[in-house]
């Protein structure tokens, strides 16, 4: 029996397709968790009585490039960003726009924003490197907003820098309230895996060793430092077998996770015999044996501020919106024991 397109509402139609009104509010909007033939008894019923909802007339109404919103980033999974970009796109759909993640191949990226003429662009990374491009975009009217570039007295296009030396300050800061005197770092170094060669480091490594000396009374970057050279870790191995660094600060959870073998090798647990912070969101508990202590961008709001920046009937040419850090607490940090 066909439902009268008169009397018919979206209660109507979740109960005839017997599903939930969230379910057919999903269906409508795009939003993920509507297994494809549930959806398509949905849209079968509403062509059946000639019903469609306001939100969905209006999407289909429009042209997509003038809905489409494209984030373009470089990682295979952005970090620190990584919350924010999940977020940004829950919030897009909600809103009636069209996100499409595009991941590696910057330049080209651009060159298909440049064509398509989205709506916006998220942009992760550094933008100096593709200025460019960029202003080429905004001279279109295509709304670019740059996350987690570095700080720049002239950036091309709005920006969500994070602060980084707020990152690890807060790294160090929660080991030496911990107890931790003897602090040493690991990173990824690159060609060398070791800070002597400091010509070949890269340049978040080096600012990450500044921070540190001036944030841990006595670290030296050439004693309390080694590196992972390209997935080699026998610096490390080598380092653990002679040092007496009861705290350390590791560059990234995939690095925190090699730390954590190599510990093992040398016969030594996190946290029972060695403290680790880290950074970026934290693993699932059911991901790994330990919790990392981490430090994370602090960027709760970022999505909202962001979409409040696109909805800006004059959309500015240059904005800064400082993106601060926060702890997240694992279990990777114990009271240092003096006695061992």
């Known amino acids: 029996m066909k439902l009268k397109a008169k009397k018919v509402t979206i209660r109507d ?12 509010s999903r269906a409508i909007n795009g939003t993920a968790g509507v297994r494809p033939e549930i959806k398509a008894q949905i849209f079968q019923c509403m ?10 007339e209006s999407r289909l109404s429009l042209p997509s490039s003038e809905r489409s919103v494209v984030i373009l980033t470089t990682r295979r999974e952005p970090l620190a960003e990584y919350s924010i970009t999940t977020r940004l796109i829950d ?17 080209m990226g651009l060159e298909f924003c440049l064509q398509s003429k989205p709506f916006a662009v998220i942009f992760y990374g550094n933008p100096s490197l593709f200025r460019e491009q960029i202003a080429a975009l905004m001279a279109e009217q ?30 160090a800061r929660r080991l030496l309230e911990a107890g931790h005197e003897r602090i040493a770092f690991f990173g990824e170094f690159g060609e060398s895996a070791h800070v002597s060669r400091r010509h070949l480091l890269p340049e978040k490594v080096r600012h990450a060793l500044e921070t540190i000396a001036e944030s841990v009374p006595g670290f030296d970057p050439v004693r309390d430092s080694v590196g992972e050279s390209y997935g080699d870790t026998t610096a ?13 600060i590791c560059g990234n959870l995939r690095l925190a996770k090699l730390f954590y073998f190599c510990a093992l090798e040398q016969n030594l647990q996190i946290p029972r015999d060695l403290s680790v912070v880290t950074f970026g969101q934290p693993l699932p508990e059911w991901d790994f044996p330990v919790r990392f202590t981490s430090v994370a961008a602090d960027s709760g709001r970022t999505d909202s501020d962001i979409l409040e920046l696109l909805r800006r009937e004059s959309f500015p040419t240059a904005e800064r919106h400082h993106i601060g850090a926060i702890l997240v607490e694992g279990n990777s940090v114990a009271e240092a024991n003096h006695e061992k």
């Open 142 to 171: 295509v709304r670019v907003v740059v996350i987690g570039s570095p700080l720049e007295s002239d950036p091309p296009a709005p920006n969500f820098p994070v602060d980084n030396v707020a990152l690890v300050r807060r790294a």
């Open 47 to 56: 062509e059946d009585c000639g019903w469609r909802s306001n939100n969905l």
């Open 236 to 248: 490390l191995r080598q380092f653990l077998r002679q040092s007496r660094h009861t705290g350390w």
């Open 13 to 24: 139609i979740a109960e005839q397709c017997g599903v939930s009104i969230a379910t057919v």
């Open 91 to 107: 919030r897009f759909r909600e809103e009636g726009y069209l996100p499409l993640l595009l991941v590696g191949g910057t330049s």
